[in-house]
C-alpha cells in the first residue's frame, strides 16, 4: 500500500517533463470544451472560424509541447510559437493560446544558449504573422499589433527575471556554504591545535626530563608514567575529535570535558611546570560556552608556559562570576615570549577568536618583568 505521505516527495523526484505534462494536458483539454471556444487569446481581431479537424492539432501544437518547456525550452518555444500562428491565421482563437506566454516565460527563465538569437529570431518572425492578419481583414491596426509584442516581450521579461533571481539565489547559498565549511574546519583546526599542542608539549617536556633521571629510577618511572598517562589522554581526545567528523555525530565539538581546570593544572605541575592555581566562585548553570572558552584559555596559555618558559612559576587565577568569567594566566621570566621563532601564532589568535565570539575581551602582552600575561574576560550565559 502506498504511504500518502511519500507522494510529494515521489513527485519531486520525477523528471520535469513528467511533473509538466499534467498542466499541459489539462490546457489541452479545456481548450476542447466548448464554453472556451473563441474565448482565446486574440491578434488581428479576426471573426472566429468554428472548429474543424485542423483546431485540435492547432490545440495539441500548442499545448504538449509545454511538457518540455523547462527540459527544452527553445523547441518549446518554436512549436507552440507555430501552432499559435496557424491559431490566427485559422481565426480559431482557442484558449490554448495562453500557451504562447507560458513558453515565453519558460525560455526565458530556462534557455541557456542562444538567447539573444532566440528573441531575434521571434521577433523577426512575428512581422510576417502581422503582415498576414491584415491582409486576411484585421482590423487590429499597427498600434494593436505593437502593443501585443509588448506584450510577449513582457512575458520574456518575466522568464528572465525569475533566472536572474534564482542565479543569485544559488549564488548566495554557494557562499553560505562555503563560509560554513571554511568556519567548521577553522574550528576543527582549532580544536586540533588546541588539544595536540598541549599534550604533545608535555610529553616532550617530561620526555626531556626523563633524559636526566636515569640514576634516579624512582622519578625515572614517575616521570615515564606522566608520558604514557599524557599520550592515552591525547589519543582520547584524538579520537572524539575524529567521531565529530563523522555527519551522523551529534555531539559538540567541546573536548576534553569543561570543570577539569584542577586536572589540567595538575598534568601541568608533571610535566615540571611550577602551577599555583586560584578558583574562585562556581560557575552559573548557564555559563555554557564561557566555561569552556575558559578552560581553552588556561590550556593554552600553559602549554606556552611550558614551551617558552619551562620551569618558571606560573600563576593561574580564575573567578567566576553571575555574568562573566575572568582569567588571569601570569608566567616569570624572561623566557616568556608571544609564540615561537617561526611558529604560526596560532595559539593565541584562536584565543582571541574565541572569546571574541561572545562578546568579551582577551589580552595577551609580555609584562614589565619580563614575563608573559594572559588576561580574557568572558560573559557568562551564552548558549552551549
Known amino acids: ?58 490545440i495539441a501544437l500548442e499545448c504538449l509541447p509545454l511538457t518540455v518547456r523547462r527540459r527544452w525550452p527553445a523547441l518549446c518555444l518554436v512549436l507552440v510559437s507555430l501552432g499559435f500562428a496557424l491559431d490566427q491565421l485559422r481565426a480559431y482563437h482557442t484558449f490554448a493560446g495562453t500557451a504562447l506566454a507560458i513558453a515565453l516565460v519558460s525560455a526565458g527563465a530556462y534557455l541557456e544558449r542562444h538567447r539573444r538569437v532566440t528573441m531575434v529570431l521571434l521577433s523577426a518572425a512575428y512581422l510576417p504573422l502581422a503582415v498576414a ?17 509588448l506584450l510577449l516581450v513582457l512575458a ?34 582549532r580544536e586540533l ?37 599524557t599520550g592515552r589522554r591525547a589519543i582520547s581526545d584524538l579520537r572524539h575529535l575524529l567521531d565529530l567528523l563523522n555527519p551522523d555525530h551529534d555531539s559538540d565539538v567541546r ?43 588556561v590550556q593554552e596559555s600553559l602549554t606556552n608556559a611550558l614551551k617558552y618558559a619551562h620551569g618558571n612559576r606560573t600563576v593561574v587565577r580564575v573567578r567566576y562570576g553571575e555574568k562573566e568569567i575572568t582569567v588571569e594566566v601570569g608566567t616569570d621570566g624572561s623566557g616568556s615570549q608571544n609564540g615561537s621563532p617561526g611558529g604560526s ?16 575581551e582577551f589580552d595577551a ?9 594572559v588576561r580574557a574576560r568572558i560573559p557568562a550565559g551564552s548558549p552551549s
Open 1 to 58: 500500500m502506498i504511504d500518502l505521505r511519500r507522494v510529494p516527495d515521489l513527485w519531486r523526484r520525477c523528471d520535469v517533463t513528467v511533473r509538466d505534462s499534467p498542466f499541459a494536458l489539462l490546457l489541452a483539454v479545456a481548450s476542447l470544451l466548448p464554453a472556451f471556444h473563441g474565448n482565446g487569446t486574440q491578434v488581428g481581431d479576426l471573426p472566429a472560424r468554428p472548429f474543424d479537424a485542423l483546431a485540435v492539432v492547432v
Open 133 to 149: 492578419l491584415d491582409r486576411l481583414g484585421s482590423t487590429e491596426g499597427p498600434e494593436g499589433f505593437v502593443v501585443f509584442y
Open 156 to 189: 520574456w521579461g518575466i522568464g528572465a527575471w525569475l533566472r536572474s533571481t534564482w542565479a543569485a539565489e544559488a549564488e548566495r547559498r554557494r557562499h553560505v556554504a562555503e563560509a560554513t565549511r571554511a568556519a567548521e574546519r577553522t574550528r576543527i583546526a
Open 193 to 229: 591545535h588546541d588539544v595536540v599542542t598541549h599534550h604533545v608539549t608535555a610529553m616532550v617536556v617530561q620526555a626531556e626530563a626523563a633524559r636526566y633521571l636515569t640514576a634516579v629510577p624512582d622519578r625515572l618511572d614517575t616521570t615515564l608514567s606522566a608520558v604514557t598517562d
Open 255 to 297: 573536548t576534553p570535558p569543561v570543570g577539569e581546570l584542577s586536572t589540567l593544572v595538575e598534568q601541568t605541575r608533571q610535566a615540571g611546570q611550577p602551577v599555583e592555581f586560584t578558583e574562585e566562585g562556581k560557575p552559573a548553570e548557564s555559563a555554557g560556552s564561557a566555561e569552556f572558552v575558559a578552560y581553552r584559555v
Open 345 to 360: 601564532g596560532r595559539g593565541l589568535a584562536g584565543l582571541r577568536e574565541r572569546v571574541d565570539a561572545l562578546g568579551g
Open 365 to 373: 602582552d609580555r609584562r614589565a618583568d619580563g614575563g608573559f600575561a
